[in-house]
């Protein structure tokens, strides 16, 4: 009797235990069920609640309907006006004492799972319309890799990869025109980048390859197009390196490089054109860079709004093939024009937060003259900045500039004011 | 001899396997979900549905101003394994946000993907415009005011849409993250019977406010702001407007500012010198000041300085 009744009670502790365990599937499905049911009661609570709210609270919920129907991209501008009051005339392109620097249109907006678009216009006098930057963003690809295809600021040094009127300078610095382009580097190609961190600290690696680099020599005439072997093509690279110094405080040294057949200058026979060539005669010649940057920044979080501070050093060197084999040019003493020499160049930039909406700064370069060994320009300039708000900015800038060389030195005075609409872009880092 | 032997080959295999078993005994379960989050509210709601299902972290923290968080590389780094990126919406994070889930590469988290959960959706939001609107109403979330976690009923919904989020992306855990969920409603409600005689003190009690977070509390704890700050959202106060909001304190009646620990207090407090008021340091979220280290010690805190002050 004793037994038996012990056997019982094992029976019905077994299958209530087996009641309370129940197998994987049965788990997962009412969990699932229970998840349903407690979302649905969640929307009802909601639905109850927006139609319980006074006119005069407006409310909204879940089921509130897309917020941009007809799929249109985010669109948005950004004028940059600049005006010279150098004491020796104006010092800017074309002359102008007022001038409209650029006026930037961007467009942008995901194409489908797949991609991203960016499109962004140049509007300018000078220029008319140009296609600044133009791009498709793989945004599905494995491996914590992105990759681009079509025009976009080239992944060289630091302050190039910033759009001009979100410089903290008015223009780039000097180093950055001389070698790059007074707009920065541009190429259209295909851009990759992978990220990683193998040893607990951020790195990337970005490299492309584009038609050529920078702006190209339309008014010089080659044989052949420098793009005509693959090793014409304009290549690139970029490791960059980040580091949290403290809550507070990061440093970022990054590495760049890049090479590419560019056109320069010839003479025929003593004269500026050739035979053969229908304009400026030029020859294709190895031109290649090599940068390094540095950055600081330091921004207390709770005062972040107030106080931040920030240097900047950036060194760039261009390595040009000196004497070019091969002109393609026949019958005729060709002259070389080109770079005669490597020349190196950079900056140090350093801004400090004064108040919630003003800054002050300055900054010094240096750019050797690629054809003579005793030229090198150097400047010095001294900024403030004032910001209405995050959609507009002023700036002063005063710049003494000294070119090699033995020319004078040049005293330059320049305002600025750049103003953005449409939807609030991220903030550059 | 062989005994001797044998016992030490039997201790020496039972030592080996003790070994083997007692630091996975030991060692806690590993979490199934990774979790980031923009905001230490989130996170601290994240974590109490996630439990230890869950290994959680935060991008911004409690004493800075969470529009202007800087898109840092590292966070990039905490992003690109996340299995949820929950963040606050309505362009809260909309000066960073971006940068950071593109620089990712993290399929998981892009929009349209479980992992990229905007936590504003399930909340009824407030200030929602209407009509035509552009930045000449100053530095405006056209979807609505975007500090909705400072009343404790949009705690509940945020608390409720992670669990129905962790149990869709990990259903083992389903059963844990509604259990969770029940005990952070539990607490919740235990802690407003506790204030609720500090509320009706409360009740109507003019205040001024530095900017628009602080609705969701005065909705919840029907205090009265009167004016704010800044005249604009996210425009600093010109002199023009203080006359006025001297003004308006002295009619109303209004004896407290109420502002964030990231604000200067300076114009604070020479709007409080013309009219008497008392300036007050708010944290808006977890970990905004010293020893508010959970979202119900945060609204406990609040409601308790607001109690002190009025």
Known sequence: MRFSAAFCALVASASALSAQTPSRADSVARAD???????IALVRELEA???A????????????????????????????????????????????RFDIREVELALSSAVDPYFRADFILGISDAEGIAVEEAYATATALPWETQARIGRFHMPFG?????????LHTVEYPHVIQRFLGPEGLKGTGLWGSKIFAPFGFYQEVLATVVDHLGEPEEELATVEPANKRLSGLGYSARLRNYWDVSEASNVELSLSGATAARAQPILCNGLPECAGLDGTPGINVRQSLVGADFTYRWKP?????????????????QLNQKHPRESGVTGTRVEYLGPARDAGGGYVFSRYQLTRRSYVGGRFDWVDNDQSDNGRTTAFSGYLQFFPSEFSKMAAMYERYKPGLGERAINRILLQMTFAVGPHRPHPF | MKRILKAGLAGIAVATMLSFALPVAAQPPKPRLFVVTSTTDLHDIAHSVGGARTEVIHISEGYQDPHFVEAKPSFVL???????????????????????????????????????LDVSRAIPVLDVARGNVDRSQGDVHPSGNPHYWLDPENGRRIA?????????????????????????????????????????????????????????????TKINIVGFMEPKPGVPPSPAHLAGLIGTMKRTGAKVIIMEPFYDRKTADFVAARTGAKVLILPPSV????????????????????????
Not at chain 1, 53 to 68: L, T
Not at chain 1, 71 to 81: H, T, V
Not at chain 1, 301 to 316: D, H, N, P, T, W
Request: proline share 6%; aromatic share 8%.
């Open chain 1, 53 to 96: 709210a006074p006119d005069s609270a407006p409310r909204m919920g879940p089921g509130q309907g897309p917020v941009n129907p007809r799929l249109m991209p985010d669109i948005s501008a950004i004028g940059d006006i600049v005006a010279d009051f150098s004491p020796d005339g104006s010092t800017i392109e074309g002359g102008r």
């Open chain 2, 78 to 116: 905490r992003l690109r394994k996340a299995d949820v990126f929950a963040f606050v919406g309505l362009d809260l994070e909309v000066g960073w946000m971006s940068l950071l889930v593109d620089g990712s590469r993290n399929p998981k988290i892009r929009p349209g993907s479980p992992g990229y």
């Open chain 1, 49 to 51: 609640l927006q139609s």
């Open chain 1, 301 to 317: 979080l709770e005062r972040g709004l107030y106080k931040s501070f920030i240097v900047q050093a950036e060194y760039m060197r």
């Open chain 2, 287 to 310: 970990g905004g000041v010293k020893g508010v280290s959970d979202y119900l010690g945060l609204l406990r805190h609040d409601i308790q300085q607001l109690v002190n002050a009025l």
């Open chain 1, 33 to 39: 069920s229970i998840a349903r049911a407690d979302s």
């Open chain 1, 158 to 166: 630091k302050q190039n990869t910033t759009h001009r009127a979100e």
């Open chain 2, 160 to 220: 409720r849409l992670f669990r129905d989020r962790f149990s869709q992306l990990d259903p083992a855990g389903a059963a844990t993250y509604a259990q969770n969920t029940r005990a952070f409603e539990a607490s919740l409600d235990a802690a407003e019977k506790a204030w609720a005689p500090q509320l009706a003190k409360l009740r109507g009690k003019p205040v001024v406010a530095w900017h628009t977070s602080w609705k969701y509390l005065a909705e919840y």
